[in-house]
């Protein structure tokens, strides 16, 4: 009996929202209009995307920009100093009045609690562009650039070598889901956190993946296909840089921990990188290096959640 597609959901908040069936079917939608935009170009003409950020953006403001502009989608970045919103109008109504005028909606802002109060309040779907606890549209970038590079997903060895955040969440999540071999090597303190990682064991178990805590980050990429690093201190922790500085000591992806993973091991980065610090020079731009098409896959992997989630059809326009 043939699989039917699992219905997409109507609010993208954490990567959870998918399943596993959810995510390989937003994977080979993606893959099919990475091979051929024209397949979903102008789809949604006359749509309108609305994109609250609340925080600084290079990667995600453009990349979504660009995939509303290619399904014909009207996008209309709101700043915070743009929004009643925290200036005495309430989140949920925020949320209705934006939805009498959009379509959908993409939110980066700090705490994922406020992505579900304007998703709760809404009638239109929110989009999560990044929280502090979460990035699941980085996280869909990441999975797809290991099974383009690797071949497949299953029982694929990925280290994690950096702080328990938002990326790291996600992906912790994304291996649950894709049945990953994770592990994630972090100084003691700045574990990922408990909830999340339990959550995603228990998912796990179902599809075959295991998330492996640990503080040593040579024990991590032992072996890996895939050594992923981030930054040591995100947006809203300037004032923990110094502590955090001294607490990654030892953190650093280079040429010698390279050595330590599979011969033919990548090197992933969400971006933007601090040379010197979670990476070297030697390895973002050297030849296991895939950050520059990790980073051109947040531009597929977010057309595809467009379309998806906006017209119900996980699987794409039918061939003419």
Known sequence: MLALPVAPPRDFLTLD????AGLRDLLDLTARLKRDPAVVRGRLAGGRIGMIFDKPSTRTRVSFESAAWLLGMLPIVLRPDELQLGHGETIADTARALSLYLDALTVRTFGQASVEALAAAASIPVINALTNEHHPCQALADVMTMEEACGHLDGLAV????DGDNVCHS???AAALAGLELRVATPSGYEPSADIVAGARQRAAETGGSITLLHEP???VAGARVVYADVWTSM??????????????GFTVDGRLMRLADPGAIFMHCLPAHRGQEVTDEVIDGPASRVWPQAANRLHTETALLYT????????????
């Open 17 to 20: 929202d998918l399943g596993p």
């Open 309 to 320: 989630v906006l017209t119900g059809d996980p699987t794409g326009p039918r061939p003419a």
């Open 236 to 249: 809203g922790q300037e004032a923990e840089r110094e502590r955090r500085q001294a607490a990654f000591q």
């Open 171 to 173: 992906l912790i999540q």
């Open 159 to 162: 280290a994690f070598v950096g």
């Open 218 to 220: 040579g024990q991590a």
